[in-house]
């Protein structure tokens, strides 16, 4: 079964506005940390942020939050003010149990941002 | 720079040929990881190393997959007699042990096997 699942394949957002990808993910561990990396065109994963599943608040970064539903087993990525160079895939991923050390990524979103 | 350095970024390679991979990871970093990530899809786990000790590997990595990090620094994956199904992005990452373990990325060696 799929541990991560990204339904949009391809998204657009105009520049300057907010865009949201969706992540929901699967576990029955208590413990576990969902991140959202994204990877430009040169290959490189870049780690945006992070929300641990105890966490209280919504994790913040900058431009980018996550809507994180612990019911809804849902992580979703926000970029506010999107810039051209937001233009790649981003995947989220999860790490499950504090001792747990591989990462399952989910299949990305592509994101578009046009001017 | 401090970060996840990998080496060589390309390798082309014939198949049934051996190819070998080095990823130096962030200094203080104690835990080192392999993925390979094929066009379209999301990495995929392979290894993973705490210091020197390989303490988890994927059924992905066959037997002419190994990976070591003799002195718990830098780490190499070979890949013995290639096929083309071998063809990916392999990437290293790297991470500190304790806090939300958030593993920083290094920027892959993509491998062809002709």
């Known amino acids: 079964a799929q541990k991560i699942t990204q339904t949009q394949p391809g998204m657009f957002v105009q520049e300057k506005e907010a865009v949201t990808l969706d992540c929901t993910y699967d576990?029955?561990?208590?413990?576990?940390?969902l991140f959202w990396y994204k990877q430009p065109s040169s290959g490189e994963m870049i780690f945006l942020i992070y929300?641990?599943?105890?966490?209280?608040q919504n994790a913040t970064e900058g431009r980018y939050s996550l809507n994180f539903q612990k019911a809804r087993k849902s992580a979703n990525l926000v970029i506010s003010a999107s810039q051209l160079g937001d233009s790649a895939m981003y995947f989220c991923?999860?790490?499950?149990?504090?001792?747990?050390?591989?990462?399952?990524f989910g299949p990305g979103t592509r994101l578009s941002v046009l001017p | 720079d401090t970060g996840v350095s990998q080496n060589p970024r390309h390798k082309i390679t014939k198949r049934g040929q051996n190819v070998t991979f080095r990823c130096d990871p962030i200094?203080?970093?104690?835990?080192l990881y392999w993925y390979r990530q094929t066009l379209g899809q999301g990495p995929e786990f392979l290894t993973y190393?705490?210091?020197?000790?390989?303490?988890?590997k994927s059924r992905l990595l066959s037997d002419r997959f190994s990976a070591e990090r003799p002195k718990g620094s830098f780490s190499t994956l070979e890949i013995q007699r290639t096929e083309q199904g071998d063809s990916a992005m392999y990437l290293c990452?790297?991470?500190?042990?304790?806090?939300?373990?958030?593993?920083?990325f290094g920027p892959g060696t993509r491998l062809l096997v002709l």
């Open positions: 929300q641990g599943s105890y966490d209280q």
């Open positions: 990452a790297s991470s500190q042990q304790g806090g939300g373990e958030t593993q920083y």
């Open positions: 576990t029955s561990d208590p413990s576990y940390g």
């Open positions: 200094s203080e970093h104690n835990r």
């Open positions: 190393f705490q210091n020197e000790a390989q303490l988890e």
């Open positions: 991923a999860m790490r499950e149990d504090p001792y747990g050390q591989n990462f399952v």
